[in-house]
């Protein structure tokens, strides 16, 4: 790690608020348990040979464990055009960000070649099928696995409940009749009901009114808790990435990898409350004030130099 920092926010391994900033130059500690997702090495070039050529990430390295009964919630933060969703996909085996370009993305082990059940994915726009019901919707996977009829509404009544939707007044509902935050339940309801080892977010409540996305947010809490995935969930919300991660990744821009890392205590109060504690109000102002250095001078090396 270099000495000379010219950053005025706290060095890498300090306590800030209610999270720890690890130090991206040492080698991650392993505890030894089975990788859900790693990433060896990963670069990713668009247009590869011709002239609109571009290189999005590069060198991004990291793993999240196992966590028995437990998973982890991992938060991918950083400027806008860094990379974000462009690792997400790749997690999720979906051209054309898959393949990557150089280096490895492992899930449990194995190399990605394809989308798989094991990953579920969420994303901002809603995505429902129109001519489909709440119901039908949520069950969509469930039929495409051959599930009965009868099992498949059983399971899908039960996750209307789960989401906070009403079983009697929307399930028989269409996607042009639900609000947006009722859409991303139903959006939930339907990567959930499948159960995915992993789940990937792609700003899922970014279009959201504040009051909602708060809402949403206290949702996929207590959702979390119950099936014990691991989740990945890029956002543009600092507060939204401070509040549900147990680890935030802090990326620079394009080429992008991964500058920060921080560890952060687990969401034990509803988003409004926690939002108002002044340890969260200073995890927050450390990334914010981070992100705008990248913002404006470029990327700052990992363990605090700016270059
Ligand atoms: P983020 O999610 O952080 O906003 P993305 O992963 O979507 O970033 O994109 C990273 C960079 O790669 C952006 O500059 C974007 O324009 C570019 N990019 C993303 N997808 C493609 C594509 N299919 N073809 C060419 N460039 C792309």
Redesign the pocket.
Known sequence: MSTSTTTTASPPGQPVGVGRIIDRTSAPVSRGLPRVVEFRGVAKT??VGGP?E?T??RDVNFFVEDLPEKGEFICVL????????????LIAGLP??HPATEGEVLVLGERVTRPGADRGMVFQDYTSFDHRTVLENITFGLECRGVRRAEREELGLKWIEHVGLDVANDAHKYPHELSGGMRQRVAIARTLILRPRIILM?EPFGALDPQTRMNMQDLLVSLWHEVHATVFF?THSIEEAVFLGDRVYV?GR?P?TILRELVLEPADRPARVMQRDPRFQETVSYIRDLISQLEEQGNVKDGGTTS
């Open positions: 668009y247009n609109k571009f999005a990430i950083g400027p806008s055009g860094c990379g974000k969703s462009t690792i997400l996909r054309p960000q792609d890029v990326m394009a992008g």
